[in-house]
């Protein structure tokens, strides 16, 4: 939990969610409701990262040669 992607994609996905919220809210006269989805979504993403395998954060592309490595 902490590597920072994770919560960079928690602000992104929240505070997208958020916007969306409170617009519809506002303008759309949303049910009061609708205020749960943000907080939702954050737990979500936190959960999504916390149940991560940790052999995900290898990219196989950093072990194949570079051009440094191959002069």
Known sequence: MK???CWREVLIRGGITLIIVAI?????????????????VASLTVFKWALRPAGLDDDPRDDAPGVGDLL
């Open 3 to 5: 590597d920072p992607r």
């Open 24 to 40: 519809a809210f506002v303008f759309l006269d949303a049910d009061p409701w609708v205020w749960i989805v943000p907080p939702a």
